[in-house]
């Protein structure tokens, strides 16, 4: 029983890790600010979930790894849109081939 | 009031962070839940009431596991697309609108909305208006945009937290 839920978490790490180099992939890959936050958050925090919750069944049960992914899942996202938002505001331009900008109509009519 | 949830709030998360029924921890626990309630309860907490409404927690129970499932897809989906020799992507930033009423439900959806597929939240106005960064624009007018980002969470958000 304890075996199996120790490779149970090394099966997870695994599956963390390879989110985490896809997520880093998409960072190198994507062409502009905002489309590389959106591979950085996503694919990123749950990577580093899977990863977490690994060690959290590997390690014997080890409860903070639960607490350390209640804290990813809410810093992640609001630390992403704190840079897009910034981003935004220093008139970084979004990729050419982007289809709409609301947010830059929007500002203009203000 | 106010304190009160804090005190519960912080002195839980110690049990979590130390897990351990050891005296002196503890106690430690105790006092430094004290301390933090005293100073940032006015900071933190904007509805004591609610936080003693069973309701509320078992639709959080309920949304935990449909919002796990869109973070996979979305991680997938995104996975597809980082992959792909020819890279579909059709970004642009999109506006919706939500009839989420309270600042912590708001931000619960402006995160959630973050890590599903796609999407990014790039600004949050105060009269309830998102400017969503959306990877793969499929509808630009703010009605459908709405229909197709943000009804997946706000009916059990409006549980939670409205």
Redesign the interface.
């Known amino acids: 029983m304890n075996e199996a839920v120790v490779i149970a978490g090394k099966v997870l790490i695994f599956i963390g890790v390879i989110f985490d180099l896809l997520g880093c992939i998409g960072l190198v890959r994507l062409p502009d600010v905002y489309n590389r936050l959106q591979a950085a958050t996503k694919c990123v925090t749950l990577g580093t979930c899977f990863i977490l919750f690994g060690t959290f069944l590997a390690g014997g049960f080890l409860t903070k790894s639960i607490l350390a992914i209640i804290f990813v899942v809410f810093s992640s996202p609001t630390a992403a849109h704190a840079i897009a938002h910034a981003a935004h505001r220093s008139k970084i331009k979004l990729w050419e081939k982007s289809v709409v900008d609301k947010y830059e109509e929007e500002k203009e009519k203000v | 009031m106010k304190k009160l949830v804090l005190f519960i709030v912080s002195f839980i ?1 110690w049990l ?2 130390t ?1 351990t029924v050891y005296l002196p921890s503890l106690l430690i626990g105790v006092g430094v839940s004290l301390i933090v309630s005293f100073w940032f309860a006015d900071i933190f907490i904007r509805h004591p009431q609610n936080f003693f409404q069973i309701k509320r927690f078992l639709y959080l129970l309920l949304y935990i596991p449909i919002f796990i499932f869109y ?2 897809v ?2 997938l989906d ?2 597809y ?3 792909h020799p020819k ?1 579909p ?7 919706v609108k939500t009839e989420l009423s309270t600042l912590t439900g708001r ?1 619960a959806l ?2 959630s909305i ?2 599903t597929p ?7 106005t105060d009269d309830g208006y998102l ?1 969503v ?1 959306w ?1 793969n ?1 499929k509808a ?1 007018d703010v009605e459908e945009a709405t229909k197709m980002i943000v009804k997946k969470f706000e009916p059990i958000l409006k549980e939670v937290f409205g």
């Open positions: 998360t979590i962070l897990w973070c996979i979305a991680n995104v996975a697309r980082v992959l890279l992507i059709e970004p642009g930033i999109v506006k931000v402006a995160n973050t890590l796609g999407t990014l939240t790039v600004e949050l400017y960064h990877i624009v630009i």
